[in-house]
């Protein structure tokens, strides 16, 4: 026992020590980007000076360029750009619905799902077949589904606190093919969010190679409320669409990276991210300029605070999340390639409405090391650290044993303002902006500081 | 332990049906409220159809009359008022502040602050004499002080994630008697906020009966950093400022409540909470009618899902929490007089921003029962109960052992609206405001059943 009690003193005192140190060093990381976070800022000039940026367009190439600068002035080591191809799809002139029963008609506020066919040029007038849901479809007989436009109203339900996107969501990946397969001409869905009002709200489609691609648009949640209580009226309501959208051949782009080279173990590396590309109805601002600019803003208050980081941190800027996820795929691809040892990587992709908790997706060893500094994060905010982490853009790092990680926002506003026409700058915090910047920084610290 | 085992089992299979009783009577209370709440509806009504509400005014009565009809038709068994007097502070006309230097002038953003004396009718003008802090004050010359305006320009501190307001409210509240005390004749304040922008924001002042009462008003964010600028170039700068508020004789009001009488144990008292009065520059949207409407909600989801509590639950608009508190002592006073039992109170009072933690402040032993319940809160966002928990208008029930606890929701953004002209309605969330009421509800609903 005397022989052993020092070297149990030794080591409590250094791991009191090293936990004193880590304590030091997140406040010193709130405190800089707090302070003096250039995050806000930088999410200005995206939104305000380049605005919607999908991916094959001339403002995706101006990200690029702007992210690249500002890793440059937040300091990073190295700046660098991963080429990748990217599907072109444009929208083309502004879509149009109206609804027309019994003499009258009513214009409806609609947009081109992303990836969507076109109207021929004259467009389509059909009558309008109200669906709930993917079930109430497949009873329906074929002869009554045929020639029609299905109208799927399934709304987001209110009582599923978190998981009411990815339930909703189903039907506007997978309306159009449901419904050509019943010989549907044309679909809309009701756009994906809790919020009761006008803006339509895109995403990303998908067709099937052996079902006849039909096009597919969203039309806003009052319109969807309004169109339903006709229809329980109405007999023969027609709807007639127009849409120009297309496909153009895929188009040479970027994902954006910032690098610090660690000092001990440069070999080993923690990516920081979010997506570069947004849809283009709004400015991209919480989808996902606000992800983009904490991840560089990581890059920032490290380099400010003159902190050297013992393994390799990245930010990255992802392309092409919306609808391809084709820099997410070159991002892996090369780091395969290259035998890069990514041992961490987290995604902000959920709104840039702080951080209350982080998602971590790991083995029970790392899950369990990493829960050991959450404590550490209770004074920023950040309440627990859930399973379930990880991000479209870093999840195919899984196959190569990266462990995942996200920046869980509370509150519920994200789809309030998801691929819409409200997704402005004006609709984020610049604190609550800046604590999930602190939460990334704080774990890509810990994790370059102790290894996983 | 043959004996042993069948009891062990007993207790255990007992505790897990208790368990699951209390995960369905959540999941019930969640999706009632989800699905059906009339919170964001109620709150549109006080906001839009009647507005500020401050303590004494016409408003403030509508108010009472509009929440007592709203907890009559959410069910309570009785809905009563329990009558107080409050102060009765008007702000008179629009307040004037103009700098004026070197023959050039500028008009500020100001109003002044709650309780203020008015300046005489012809207004002050005065040179501007910036203070940063009460410390800088104190080492001052007095005469250096004496017939000054003070300006006191002291930034809510950025690198405080929560504890900004209380740091940087000292000088709202005790900048006039501080001033004054030094020759001053009146006192200028930076709005207690993050925000820079141009919304003055208004909060109680105070004086002391030995010192002269100076009037006192609050300058917007942007216009303090302009007049720092200003006041590091020129010299002799003064300003002049016109206030006609007064405090008028007390004026008679009412504490608005909405009961539901335990079926088992009735004489246990279990108190939710907000405010109903609100500061005069706006709607008081989530300071505090978020609270009120989150209260009245407790009462409509249970008595919408049928669930009878074994102990009394309250819903309490609390009158003058503003500028006097006279509701909440008039509450514990008549709470203390008729012997009621009071076993649990929780207040919601710092936005309707949704609500990730519920502060907490009873005895030890008190604390780890409630903690035991936290788990079943995490489906609903709430993901901690740290201490500290309270509020202004449940503190006075402290002193007959009631166990506090408080709605906290994260976020960033309840002081850029606080006390100011943008705390509308626009600027709460249906879902935010709907997951305190279920916060709220469930923790009265778990105590109701369990005791403490």
């Known amino acids: 026992m005397k022989k052993l009690l020092p070297v149990i003193c030794a080591f409590l005192g250094g791991a009191a020590q090293a936990q004193n140190n880590d304590t030091t060093m997140l406040r010193n990381v709130a405190t800089e980007v707090l302070k003096n976070g250039k995050a806000y800022d930088n999410l200005r000039f995206l939104c305000k000076q380049i605005g919607p940026r999908l991916s094959g367009s001339a403002n995706a190439q101006k990200a690029v360029e702007a992210t690249a600068r500002m890793l440059q002035e937040a300091g990073a080591d190295t700046v660098y750009m991963q080429p990748c191809m990217v599907p072109h799809w444009v929208r083309g002139d502004k879509e149009q619905a109206t609804i027309r029963w019994n003499g009258k008609k009513q214009s409806l506020h609609v947009c081109a799902l992303g990836g969507s066919v076109g109207t021929p040029s004259k467009g389509i007038t059909a009558e309008v077949l109200e669906i709930q849901s993917f079930y109430e ?4 007989n074929p002869a009554d589904v045929k020639g029609k436009i299905v109208f799927f109203n399934y709304p987001m339900q209110p009582q599923l606190v978190n998981g009411g996107y990815g339930d909703a969501v189903r039907y506007r990946g997978g309306g159009p093919v449901a419904a050509a397969k019943l010989g549907a001409v044309a679909v809309m869905v009701r756009s994906v ?3 009761l009002d006008y803006n339509p709200h895109t995403g990303a489609t998908r067709y099937a190679d052996s079902v006849t691609k039909i096009p597919a648009m969203a039309c806003s949640t009052k319109d969807a409320e309004w169109l339903d209580s006709l229809l329980k009226q109405e007999k023969g309501v027609k709807l007639y669409m127009k849409m120009n959208c297309q496909t153009l051949p895929d188009a040479p782009s970027f994902n954006v990276i910032g690098e610090i080279r660690g000092s001990e173990k440069p070999n080993e590396i923690i990516t920081t991210g979010g997506h570069l590309d947004s849809w283009d109805l709004a400015e991209g601002a919480h989808d996902d300029g606000t992800g983009v600019m904490q991840s560089i803003e990581v890059i920032r208050a490290i380099k400010a605070l003159g902190i050297k980081p013992k393994r390799t941190i990245r930010a990255v800027m992802f392309m092409n999340e919306e609808n391809g996820t084709r820099g997410a795929n070159k991002y892996a691809e090369l780091a395969e390639q290259n035998k890069e040892h990514h041992i961490f990587a987290i995604e902000s992709d959920e709104g840039g409405f702080g951080c209350v908790s982080i998602g971590l997706d790991g083995s029970a060893a790392q899950m369990a090391k990493v829960r050991e500094w959450q404590p550490l994060f209770k004074p920023y905010g950040v309440l627990d650290m859930p399973g379930g982490g990880g991000g479209t853009d870093i999840a195919p790092l899984k196959k190569i044993g990266t462990m995942m990680a996200s920046v869980n926002p ?6 309030d303002v998801h691929h819409a026409p409200n997704d402005v700058f004006e609709n984020v915090n610049k604190r609550e ?14 994790v370059a500081e102790h290894g996983l």
Do not use: D, P, V
Request: proline share 0%; charged share 15%; hydrophobic share 55%.
């Open 137 to 140: 479809l497949e009873k329906m």
């Open 193 to 195: 969010t809790h919020a």
């Open 410 to 415: 509370g509150g519920q506003r994200y789809f």
């Open 433 to 446: 902006l800046e604590l999930g910047a602190i939460a990334m920084a704080s774990i890509a610290l810990l």
